[in-house]
């Protein structure tokens, strides 16, 4: 497997898909609920399937993990963890805060092997290749050096730590997309995602905070594919501990 090779077609698909997301917004659309109670468009089960049928495609014999559908074996043989749009209520509301973002976890491996993010909004482009760089659009990216809480611009999916966090003298921000907050990580802009969730929001985050030498720290087993995860991806050692340090005292 040519992992540089298959990275520029997983970019070229992405971008595609992203632009269809681009062109559909902000036209009204029909909104259904699923079971949890979040909202799901046509054209979030649509992109699932361009991505589902092309990234199968490209390498014979994967599987699909996706928010709105999936394959098997999943975490078996090679998978795809894809998020057609993360930021759906964003989309459907016409912020534009929303990418589509795509990852590849080889059986065995805590940490994709590469990764792709596309936010047509804002032309931000944002990818890995393992070992690395992770690169928006061709300049390499880097975390922050912050090392303290009260230093931090930390973005949060977990809302009991918004108070705790803020008593630390961070500046905390809930309720954006988790993808596009995970690149901000990797590109320096924030310094800290707090996570709690599905795979499909998180595995991005995890492949380009690390390749821009950032910390992963989990709360639950280290597993991209795992139905549910805790953790904080932040830019040092030293912040991870301090925010998992406070979401561990909060429980």
Not at 111 to 126: G, I, M, R
Not at 153 to 176: D, M, Q, W
Not at 217 to 223: A, W
Request: charged share 15%.
């Amino acid at each position: 497997m040519d992992l540089e090779e298959l990275s520029h077609k997983v970019r070229a698909i992405t971008a595609y898909a992203a632009d269809a997301m681009l062109k559909a917004s902000p036209r009204p659309l029909p909104v259904a609920k699923k079971p949890d109670g979040s909202p799901v468009t046509d054209l979030d089960v649509a992109i699932n399937t361009y991505l589902t049928d092309a990234l199968t495609e490209l390498l014979p014999g994967s599987a699909v993990l996706g928010e709105e559908g999936s394959t098997g074996p999943v975490g078996d043989v090679p998978t795809w963890v894809i998020d057609p749009i993360d930021g759906t209520s964003s989309f459907i509301a016409g912020l534009g805060l929303c990418t589509v973002a795509v990852a590849l976890v080889l059986p065995g491996n805590n940490v994709p092997v590469l990764a792709s993010v596309a936010d047509p909004w804002t032309e931000s482009y944002f990818h890995v290749t393992h070992p690395g760089p992770s690169q928006r659009g061709n300049t390499t990216t880097h975390v922050s050096d912050v090392t303290k809480v009260s230093d931090a611009y930390i973005a949060i999916c977990v809302s009991r730590l918004y108070e705790p966090l803020a008593r630390h003298g961070a500046h905390v921000v809930t309720s954006l997309p988790s993808v596009r907050m995970g690149a901000a990580v990797a590109d320096g802009r924030a310094d800290a995602l707090v996570f709690s969730g599905a795979p499909w929001d998180v595995a991005t985050t995890i492949a380009l905070v690390t390749a821009a030498g950032g910390v992963v720290l989990y709360r639950t087993p280290p597993n991209p594919l795992g139905a549910h995860s805790e953790l904080v991806a932040a830019s040092t050692q030293e912040l991870a501990d301090a925010i998992l340090d406070v979401w561990n005292a909060t429980t």
